[in-house]
């Protein structure tokens, strides 16, 4: 089946030669034909690809309402799903300028709400939307794409590995299974509980005792999120797994906003996974793509 995929850009994103849409699809669109992705974009980013020539002849390129007219709503209603098949996305780029109020408007929180809710990606930045066509190309059984050789260079790379109370079990599940793959980075940051109990699960799979598999910074409520938040500004931390659980409100929200507005700051380098699902596939990808090199 082919894939659908919301798409929509804030002003800054598509202003300019250079800008981030551009600079996405530039590295993707190969990606995107061979895929054949049914692109649902909101008005100004859809006239913004037109103009820039970009995505010529794509005849699945579908142009939706503005967003004061309702096309990032009409995106959140598709990622639920309407109509059976007939209009349900598969996921959604949202390429996020932290300084535009839309982006905190309503249908812009409820997007990446039912992402979440649904175990869908919602990709808010460059490097996020990037690593995801490489991801589904590999599931695709194509090639790997040198392009993207940067976002699979785990072992330069450190991870964020955070997650909330009801999702920690899913966090330890996830991390058990995918544990070698996880292992191959260069550095593991976690917050406090999630930290702990991941060095637990990394000692008794034989993981020196003592020595952290994990680093530990603050619990969430205690300002965790914020010390992970200063490394992914600082380009020091490179991707985060951040299992989030939509149906809680949260007493740091403002803690955990201060992550995600990080992650969207330095779209072109930050990589951030928000569900069990979507990071497994990615796990899975990882493996694909390292046995399709040469010499894998």
């Known amino acids: 089946m082919r894939l659908r995929l919301g798409l929509a850009a804030n002003q800054l994103h598509h202003s300019h030669d250079d800008a981030a849409l551009f600079r996405w699809l530039n590295a993707c669109e190969h990606g995107i034909r061979e895929l054949g992705i049914e692109l649902h974009a909101v008005g100004r980013t859809h006239d913004a690809i037109m103009r820039a020539g970009m995505l010529a002849n794509y005849t699945t390129l579908r142009r939706y309402p503005y967003g004061r007219a309702g096309g990032l709503m009409k995106l959140v209603a598709e990622v639920v799903g309407m109509d059976g098949d007939a209009r349900t996305l598969d996921g959604a780029i949202y390429l996020i300028d932290p300084v535009d109020p839309s982006s905190v408007f309503p249908e812009a929180v409820a997007l990446k709400r039912q992402c979440v809710i649904h175990a869908k990606p919602f990709l808010s930045t460059v490097a996020s939307a990037r690593n995801w066509i490489e991801l589904e190309r590999m599931h695709a059984g194509l090639a790997p794409d040198p ?112 992550l995600e507005r990080a992650v969207t700051t330095v779209t072109d380098t930050a990589v951030c996974i928000t569900t069990p699902r979507v990071a497994a596939r990615w796990a899975e990808a990882v493996a694909l793509r390292r046995s399709r090199r040469p010499g894998g």
């Open 147 to 258: 392009g993207a050789d940067d976002l699979y260079a785990l072992e330069s790379q450190t991870l964020a590995l955070i997650a909330h109370d009801a999702m920690k079990p899913a966090m330890l599940a996830y991390a058990a299974e995918h544990f070698d793959t996880l292992s191959r980075f260069a550095r593991r940051v976690a917050t406090g509980t999630t930290g702990q109990r991941l060095n637990e699960l990394a000692w008794s799979r034989g993981w020196p005792r003592g020595q952290a598999w994990a680093d530990r910074y603050q619990s969430g409520p205690m300002g965790g999120d914020a010390q992970i938040a200063d490394l992914v500004l600082e380009r020091r931390c490179h991707r985060a797994i951040f299992f989030e659980d939509p149906h809680v409100a949260r007493q740091h929200e403002a803690d955990i906003q201060l």
